[in-house]
T-cell receptor, first 110, second 115 residues
C-alpha cells in the first residue's frame, strides 16, 4: 500500500495570498486525485492527474503532477474564504485499496 | 437530487450497543465503499463492494459487518460498539473502469459518538 505524505498539515492565511500544498510518496503513482472536504461534508473530487509533468487548472487552482509521478502539488492563487477546507490527495485503482493522505487543513481568513 | 445519501447523520449511543448505518446511491454505480474518518481527519477505507460482492476488506474488527442487498445500497452494522468506534463514517460510490482512477462520490457522513 502506498503511503501518501501531505504537507503542510495546517495552513492559515489571509484572503488574497497565494499558497501551495504538497503530496509525496516514495512510490510511483499510477494516477493521483485531489479532493476538497468542507466542514461537515464529504470529500469532493477536484482533479485527477495521470501523466508525469501534467498541469491542470481549475479556476484559481493549479495542480501539477511530478515528472517521476511520485509527487504532486496544488497551488491556489489569491485564496478566498470559500477555499477553506481539508485538501486530500488519493491514489489507487481497480482492486487496490484506495489510499488517502492525512490532508492539509486550510483556513483562509477574510 | 442527492447522489449518495446516508442515514442517520448523527448517532449517539452507549458502549456495547449494536447499531446500523444505511447508504444509498442513485448514480447507477457498481462499486460502493465505507470509509472511517477519525478525529484527526484521517480517511481510511474499510470495505468495498462491487455488484454486491465484497472486494476490499481492510483490517477492520469483525464487529463491523457490511451488507449489500443490491448494488444501490451498502449498509454497515456494528456490534458491541466501543469508544474507539467514535468517528465519522462515509459511504462512497464509483463506477469501475479498467483504466484511470475512478471518481469517488461521497455521502455527507454519519457522525457516530459512543459514550
Amino acid at each position: 500500500t502506498q503511503l501518501l505524505e501531505q504537507s503542510p498539515q495546517f495552513l492559515s492565511i489571509q484572503e488574497g495570498e497565494n499558497l501551495t500544498v504538497y503530496c509525496n510518496s516514495s512510490s510511483v503513482f499510477s494516477s493521483l486525485q485531489w479532493y476538497r472536504q468542507e466542514p461537515g461534508e464529504g470529500p469532493v473530487l477536484l482533479v485527477t492527474v495521470v501523466t508525469g509533468g501534467e498541469v491542470k487548472k481549475l479556476k484559481r487552482l493549479t495542480f501539477q503532477f511530478g515528472d517521476a509521478r511520485k509527487d504532486s502539488s496544488l497551488h491556489i492563487t489569491a485564496a478566498q474564504p470559500g477555499d477553506t477546507g481539508l485538501y486530500l490527495c488519493s491514489t489507487g485503482q481497480g482492486n487496490t485499496p484506495l489510499v488517502f493522505g492525512k490532508g492539509t487543513r486550510l483556513s483562509v481568513i477574510a | 437530487d442527492t447522489a449518495v445519501s446516508q442515514t442517520p447523520k448523527y448517532l449517539v449511543t452507549q458502549m456495547g450497543n449494536d447499531k446500523s448505518i444505511k447508504c444509498e446511491q442513485n448514480l447507477g454505480h457498481d462499486t460502493m465503499y465505507w470509509y472511517k474518518q477519525d478525529s484527526k481527519k484521517f480517511l481510511k477505507i474499510m470495505f468495498s463492494y462491487n455488484n454486491k460482492e465484497l472486494i476490499i476488506n481492510e483490517t477492520v474488527p469483525n464487529r463491523f459487518s457490511p451488507k449489500s442487498p443490491d448494488k444501490a445500497h451498502l449498509n454497515l452494522h456494528i456490534n458491541s460498539l466501543e469508544l474507539g468506534d467514535s468517528a465519522v463514517y462515509f459511504c462512497a460510490s464509483s463506477q469501475r473502469t479498467s483504466g484511470d482512477q475512478e471518481t469517488q462520490y461521497f455521502g455527507p457522513g454519519t457522525r457516530l459518538l459512543v459514550l
